[in-house]
């Protein structure tokens, strides 16, 4: 079982999560071993994945991320070291997906043995199912927690409301419940988050795993026109963000960069790591140019005035 340091409180800890979905995708093995030990040397030791990726992967069928980052870690025998967040609920390659209880007890004991693992440090419900009682789901994450296959839970893609009557539920039931989320967050897509998350966030105190922190790509300042999409295998996500809003945040972006010798995307991290319900914005990176940027994006102190300078050029 788990001897390493992580606790609850330390999901509080302003950080990153790097997001295992390249690995087995845009990285081989060997690209994602060298990621990953750059990732180790470099501190970052938050890894977040899930079962299902990347089953959109041609010839993938998912699994492929966390058989990767497993056999990475007996390797080199850092599972100690790492902090592992993983899912269940999405769809496989084979079109299997849900919250049965039946079905959560094969996910995680295929996910523990891709690991290479016997605990999991935070296990998400990546999407909701509304044919499953959330009694039945929540009461076989319990028996997970308690059996010391998983420490900790969380949900992602779940509707506040829900996050809120599951909680209820196991506070109920003396279970364990919800401790963090993944929502949509980043300087574009701020209202889903603000508005139906934050109140829930606040007021059970839940921690933040915020993905698309640089919505998609568009915070990293490549794309300004519909020009600059042609081609891009990035167009349809990006092409919403292209607007009179989107660029006046790219503006402000770059404006505040300059001041602190960063690019665009570290400070769109870095506006992320300053909100006090954030705690960590999932990131990821298939290059050392890109790492190096992620980690300086965690180096930067924005002052208050900055800070509201991009709440304002990012109003909704």
């Known amino acids: 079982m788990s001897n390493n340091k992580f606790g609850k409180s330390d999901l509080y800890v302003p950080q990153l999560s790097f997001g295992g979905n390249v690995f087995g995708w845009t990285l081989d093995e060997k690209e994602s071993f060298k ?4 990732l180790y040397d470099n501190g970052l030791t938050f890894i977040d994945t899930a079962n299902n990726y990347s089953h959109w992967a041609p010839g993938n069928v998912g699994g492929e991320s966390e058989a990767i980052i497993g056999k990475w870690i007996k390797e080199h025998k850092k599972r100690h070291d790492i902090v592992l967040s993983t899912k269940v609920g999405g769809t496989m390659g084979d079109g299997s997906k849900g919250l049965k209880p039946a079905y959560i007890n094969k996910c995680v004991e295929e996910s523990l043995q ?14 909701d199912d509304l044919e499953t009682d959330q009694e039945e789901t929540m009461g076989a994450f319990n028996d997970l927690v308690k059996a010391g296959k998983v420490r900790y839970l969380g949900a992602s893609n779940l509707e506040a409301d829900r996050i809120s009557s599951s909680n209820a539920l196991a506070k109920e039931k003396g279970w364990a419940e919800y401790i963090a ?31 698309f922190a640089l919505a998609s790509g568009f915070l990293s300042g490549k794309y300004r026109s519909l020009d600059d999409i042609e081609g891009s ?30 690019t665009i995307a570290e400070v769109a991290i870095a506006w992320q790591l300053h909100k006090p319900s954030i705690s960590t914005p999932i990131v990821s990176a298939t290059s050392s140019t890109q790492l190096k940027s992620l980690v300086r994006s965690m ?17 909704y």
Not at 35 to 38: I, Y
Not at 114 to 127: A, E, G, K, M, Q
Not at 241 to 251: S, T, V, W
């Open 233 to 262: 295998s990035r167009k349809d996500m990006v092409k919403g963000y292209i607007n009179e809003r989107g660029i006046a945040i790219l503006d402000q972006c770059d404006t505040i960069a300059k001041q602190h010798n960063a």
């Open 35 to 38: 990621m990953l030990d750059e």
């Open 299 to 315: 180096e930067i102190k924005l002052s208050v005035e900055e800070v509201a300078l991009l709440d304002k050029a990012s109003e």
């Open 114 to 127: 891709r690991l290479n693992t016997d605990y999991i440090d935070l296990y998400f419900s990546h999407f």
């Open 181 to 211: 989320i993944q929502p949509l967050y980043n300087l574009y897509d701020r209202v889903k988050y603000e508005q139906e998350y934050l109140p829930l966030v606040e007021k059970e105190n839940l921690a933040v795993m915020s993905y």
